[in-house]
């Protein structure tokens, strides 16, 4: 049981929408975000749950509705004063530099986020408190590192600018389940750290599992949310999920799907 939250949202999305030029790809979406808590952004391919984040940060414009972050207004705010206020993002498909080390990449990580030099070092500390393995192995090519740990490496780099709260887009991307699971357990740590989290995720069962939160998005829109103590029975999110989906292509097959 997740007790309830107590405070603001350190990220409200209201009504918001986005796309692509003339082309429409998200309409009246709302999420809340709670610091110290975690909100499951789940939905299939293409129903805009990067097009959504891209938005929150800044990244795509958004046409309708607000972002506030810690209590201010950012619908309009660049990118970069979106991180300077606490946002946080790490992208679909995130990338690490393979022929650094992994302090490298983390200091590489606080730089692009505009970090001075003297705080850099000192930040990598912390991250490896939170991902005790990435201080094991900070003087190893990131390279070396398994798929999981380069996922938490990507994780790390972000961390190093102390988000308020994080957007992680779909982290556990091409990794095999029990690695999956492993990602999960990490990233709910951040928790612990008082991060609020937006986890975008296609697999329902390893991501709610986590979760305090739950969206799930279809088709631009926001099919169902909820608190996850309240969701008595998997099963209606699983419809709610899986519903349309009548076989053939969905990606969503990726999680155990309907029982
Ligand atoms: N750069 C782009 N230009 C035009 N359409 C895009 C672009 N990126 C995504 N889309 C479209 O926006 C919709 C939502 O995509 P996306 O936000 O990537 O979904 P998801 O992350 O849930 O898979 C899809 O129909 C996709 O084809
Ligand atoms: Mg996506």
Redesign the pocket.
Known sequence: MTAEPSGEPVLRVRDLGTG?GD?R?VWDVSIDVWPGEMTVLL??????????LRAVTGLNKAVAGSVELAGADVTRAAVHQRVRGGLGYVQ?GKRVFHKQTVEQNLILGGYTRGMSRSALRAEAGSVYEVFPVLGEKRGLLAGSLSGGQQQMLAIGQALMARPKVLLLDEPSGGLAPVVMGEVMRQVARLKERGIGVLL?EQALEASVRVADHVVV?DM?RVLFSARKDEIDDLSVLREAYFGKVSGGSSDAGKSSGPT
């Open positions: 692509y082309l790809v939905g299939r391919n293409g129903a805009g749950k990067t097009s959504t679909e975008v998005l631009g």
